[in-house]
């Protein structure tokens, strides 16, 4: 399959000066890495169905860490693995960078304390009215 994909031109300079030290077509230096960085579809397939138990897993801790988490940490972000509380941060994003670097290829639920464990949206639904 032939596919056009835009790239930086740092991640070209980086692929060319790879392509010249191996006497490659940049576009074979690019497939090769490719090749070697994305799992088998197997594996793809296996990781799945587990990062959805996970995620339930880890919601059904939030919600039943819930109240105790609304009484201290109302309005901050938590970061909820193994069913337990691992950090806590006044700034999302903040949280998030830590989390990501401590547990790179595992699920974590991140979410904002709020009054409700989950929210709830109402969403209205359309009336047709015939003329």
């Not at 077509?25 to 490719?34: G, K, R, T, W």
């Not at 070697?36 to 939030?62: F, G, K």
Request: proline content about 5%.
């Amino acid at each position: 399959m032939e596919m056009k994909i835009p790239i930086s031109d740092n991640l070209y300079r980086r692929a060319k000066r790879l392509a010249d030290i191996r006497h490659q077509e940049v576009s074979d230096v690019i497939i090769d890495v490719l090749e070697d960085a994305l799992p088998a579809v197997d594996v793809i397939e296996e990781l799945e169905p587990e990062t959805e138990r996970a995620m339930q897993r880890e919601m059904a801790a939030y919600i039943a860490l819930h109240p105790e988490l609304k009484e201290n940490f109302l309005g901050k972000s938590v970061a909820i693995y193994q069913g337990q509380l691992v950090d806590v941060d006044d700034d999302y994003g903040e949280l998030y960078k830590r989390i990501r670097s401590k547990y790179p290829d595992v699920f974590v639920w991140l979410t904002t304390v709020r009054e409700e464990p989950i929210r709830t949206i109402h969403m209205r639904s359309p009336r047709f009215v015939k003329d």
